[in-house]
């Protein structure tokens, strides 16, 4: 069985602070998608990493896949009170395997930007 | 496009009863999954359908059935609900061969 663990769980902030959220497994997943999600909503996909070392921006967002794809990591600069919600990592199957889409989510962390 | 809907959004059962949670989307996606969401441990699979006519148990099936009726639908049943099933129940599709995949809005289940 495949396992994320996601660190931290929560993030209590303020507005104009960096942050960064970890995303480690001791497997390797073929792929790995971070999503974010609001209160009464599903999870919106964010970014899909699928090289190891890969480094995707979106804005103030900065992922990162590890290089041996057993890791990511979400950076926020200059973090905004739209940005609040809980962010979730999760993997795609195992290298050389079928996943038929099959996701692992991590645990989640709770951010909370106060202004 | 409404995209992915499930239905009901909200249910309070007893324990011992029974529901079907729907799920239908209007993408023509192949794949379609159901999760459920618990405080602190994300979300965990518990049946996907790879492709219409084809169902496989995922992390945690136990207490559960599925039925994809068809292309679009794709609905979840607890044949008789213990408390321990009380979470927030998300479905989703994607595209063979795409990453994304699509999620609906949930559906919050309380079971007494």
């Not at chain 1, 919106?44 to 921006?57: D, P, Q």
């Not at chain 2, 979300?43 to 219409?52: G, P, Q, T, V």
Request: hydrophobic share 30%; aromatic share 10%.
């Amino acid at each position: 069985t495949q396992l994320l663990e996601q660190s931290p769980q929560f993030l209590s902030i303020q507005e104009g602070e960096n942050l960064t959220v970890y995303c480690n497994s001791s497997s390797v997943f073929s792929s790995l998608q971070w999503y974010r999600q609001e209160p009464g909503e599903g999870p919106v996909l964010l970014v899909t990493v699928v090289t190891g070392g890969e480094v995707k921006k979106l804005k103030r967002l900065t992922f990162q896949f590890g290089d041996a794809r057993k890791d990511s990591s979400l950076h926020i600069t200059a973090a905004q009170p739209g940005d609040t919600g809980l962010y979730l990592c999760a993997g795609t199957g195992n290298a050389g395997g079928t996943s038929y889409g099959k996701l692992t989510f991590g645990q989640g962390t709770i951010l909370t930007v106060h202004p | 496009n409404a995209g992915v809907t499930q239905t009901p959004k909200f249910q309070v059962l007893k324990t011992g009863q029974s529901m079907t949670l729907q799920c239908a989307q209007d993408m023509n996606h192949n794949s379609m999954y159901w999760y459920r969401q618990d405080p602190g441990m994300g979300l965990r699979l518990i049946y996907y359908s790879a492709s219409e006519g084809t169902t496989d148990k995922g992390e945690v099936p136990n207490g559960y059935n599925v039925s994809r009726l068809n292309k679009r639908e794709f609905s979840l049943r607890l044949e008789s609900a213990a408390p321990s099933q009380t979470s927030v129940y998300f479905c989703a599709s994607k595209q063979s061969a795409k990453e994304t995949q699509y999620f609906g809005p949930g559906t919050r289940l309380l079971v007494l």
